[in-house]
């Protein structure tokens, strides 16, 4: 049997296995609390795979496996992030998210803020962060397919980007939160069985030595010595001091983002108590943290056994180290079959983590326009829990739809880099509003709009002028060059600017409810009336 018909084979089970979920969800799906939190039934371990499940994208597992593999100690660096990124999860917003809020991110702000402005800033980051992300997971599903079925055409690429996208709707609109959940469980105990196998193999080839492989690939990579530290894709003497405030730019986006990605934040509502809150949150860690360090052996593996240059010429961008080392390390150990089975496998792989991302993402996003923007903004809650449900359902399909096309037209972009960006939207917009409701007696309605939608605007603008929209050869649009910020990153820019509008916006009202705040501060950190308050 071929790797493609293979690879189709496994694929077409995991689609089948998830599709049979997502049907058993559906009949359990018959509240409010049910479509958005999963009825709150699942416990703190489950959670906290589903966290993994959600969080180790299609960026984790091909874009930084593909940035190492080009860019050696620099591409590593988006590991280090994201990992360290869920200590400012646990430790400022978890547990008193859980205990604050209801279904969305916006719960916690409307509570003691004007709800109307509140919900449609919050709704309007929520979707905007959310396409950014979904966009990177498409371009991922584009470049995987491509690989495995042996298209190259950009559009045999772009069906495969509409069959994804047509897949999460259906995951989505049925499944709600309780397939989803277990959608993310599945592909969380596959991906890390799968990227572990690998880096068994690539270690063993290696005797096991980690000096060995990193030798190996600075030597494969075409780039020496210089393969192993810093400065190969950010801090070049062409790029100067930009390409090192370049790299702080990044750091910051990925430590401080986490904390503020919608699809991530709504996850700590899935669980009956605050404790259990805190408990997935530390499942999560040990989950993604052994996982970084595996993307660590896949990078530097893929960049010894395959050569930096044929990854590059498989997909310019990298995207598709991880599935062309999986191949190389199966014909080393098992000859041509077994590179054929674990490319299959790991392809297999791959594309339910694409999957079951995109579906954490889209019923965020779905989640938000509906209990935020339709119910509380338009209707002013005068709503039935069945219309919001429904309305939760239709737009995933619109929000499914852009996320299609946008993801055809960014094809060639490295994935991790396009999740980077969202990273940096959440940072700059959601968490200055978060982390100022739940911590500053005196934030008020004009301080919390002002936050969103400063470092919202800011980051979008910087991006749309950077060298990533235009004037690069790896640009959006390659033909234009209309970019002046000369960052690929903006977080070092527009985050202190959302804090700073929050903190503007706040001064220069007089609005201060400090009894409301007093409320908050006691649920937040015992959970007592969470459930009444967000209901208001």
Known sequence: ????????????????????????????????ADYYAGGRSFSGAQNGLAIGGDYMSAASFLGIAGIIALSGYDGFLYSIGFLVAWLVALLLVAELMRNSGKFTMADVLAFRMSPRPVRTAAGVSTITVSIFYLLAQMVGAGALVGLLLGITSPSGKALTIVGVGALMIVY?????????????IVKAVLLMGGAALITILVLG???????SLLGEAATQSGKGGNFLIPGLKYGTEAQGLAGKIDLISLGLA?????????????????????KDARKSVLWGIGIIGVFYLLTLVLGFGAAALVGSKAIAAADKAGNTAAPLLAKAVGETFLGEVGGTILLALIGAVAFATILAVVAGLTLASSSSFAHDLYAHVFKRG?????????VARISAFVIGAVSIGLGILAQGQNVAFLVALAFAVAASGNLPAILYSL???RFNTAGAVSAIYGGLVSALILVIFSPVVSGSPTALFKDADFAWFPLSNPGIISIPLGFLCGWLGTVLSKEHNAAKYAEIEVRSLTGVGAEKATQH
């Open 1 to 32: 049997m071929s790797s493609e018909a293979l690879a189709t084979t496994l694929f077409l089970a995991f689609v089948a296995l998830t599709l049979g979920i997502t049907f058993w969800a559906s009949r359990q799906t018959k509240t409010a």
């Open 172 to 184: 989505v609109v049925f499944g709600g939160m309780k397939g989803t959940t277990w959608v993310q």
């Open 205 to 211: 080839h290696y005797g096991f030595n980690l000096s």
């Open 254 to 274: 990925l430590v401080l983002g986490t904390a503020g990605l919608p699809h991530i934040l709504i996850r700590f509502y899935t669980v009956p108590t605050a």
């Open 382 to 390: 005068n709503v039935s829990e069945r219309e919001e449900v429904l």
């Open 439 to 441: 911590f500053w007696k």
